[in-house]
C-alpha cells in the first residue's frame, strides 16, 4: 500500500503527464497553423500516449487504495517556434518527465516500496524511448534544414505514425 508521500508523488506525476497531453495538442494545434499536418498527426498521437500514461498511474493509485487528487493543469505555450525548435522542446520536455520519473523511483526505493517501484520501472523504459524518438526526429530536422521539399516529406512521413493501443 502506497504511504502519503508517494501518493502526493504518484498525484503530482498524474498532473504532469497530463501536462504533456495537453503541451502536444497545444503543438499539434500550432503544427496545423503553420501547414504541417503530418507534425499535427505525430503530436496528436503523442497526446494519446501521455494520457494513457497519466492513466495508468491514475489506475495504480486507486488498485493501492488510495486517492487520486487531480490538480490545475497549467496552460501550455501557443507558440513554437520553427519545427526545429518546437522538436527541442519536445526533448527538453521528455528529459523533465524522466527526471521525473527518476525521481519517483528514487523515492519509492527509499520509502522501500518495491511494488511501486517495480510499477515505475516501466516508465523508465518508455522515457528512453521517448527521448529517442525525439532525437531522431531532431536529426531529421538537421538534415532536412531549410529545405521545404525536404519538409514536405518529413512532415508526409510523421503523418503515418500510428496511434498506442489503449492499455489502460
Do not use: C
Not at 506525476?13 to 505525430?42: C, D, K, T, V
Not at 513554437?80 to 520536455?93: A, D, I, S, V, Y
Not at 511494488?115 to 538537421?142: C, G, M, P, R
Amino acid at each position: 500500500m502506497l504511504n502519503e508521500k508517494m501518493e502526493e508523488a504518484l498525484n503530482e506525476q498524474i498532473n504532469r503527464e497530463l501536462y504533456s497531453s495537453y503541451l502536444y495538442l497545444s503543438m499539434a494545434a500550432y503544427s496545423s497553423s503553420i501547414g504541417l499536418p503530418g507534425f499535427a498527426h505525430w503530436f496528436k498521437v503523442q497526446v494519446k500516449e501521455e494520457t494513457i500514461h497519466g492513466m495508468k498511474i491514475f489506475n495504480y493509485v486507486n488498485m493501492q487504495g488510495r486517492r487520486v487528487r487531480l490538480k490545475e493543469i497549467k496552460e501550455p505555450p501557443m507558440e513554437f517556434g520553427t519545427p526545429m525548435e518546437m522538436f527541442q522542446k519536445t526533448l527538453q520536455h521528455e528529459q523533465f518527465i524522466t527526471r521525473s520519473i527518476n525521481d519517483l523511483v528514487e523515492l519509492a526505493l527509499s520509502e522501500k516500496d518495491e511494488t511501486t517501484a517495480s510499477f515505475l520501472q516501466w516508465y523508465v523504459e518508455e522515457q528512453v524511448e521517448e527521448e529517442e524518438n525525439d532525437n531522431e526526429i531532431i536529426d531529421k530536422l538537421k538534415i532536412v534544414g531549410e529545405n521545404k521539399d525536404a519538409l514536405s516529406a518529413l512532415d508526409a512521413e510523421l503523418a503515418k505514425r500510428l496511434p498506442p493501443d489503449d492499455e489502460e
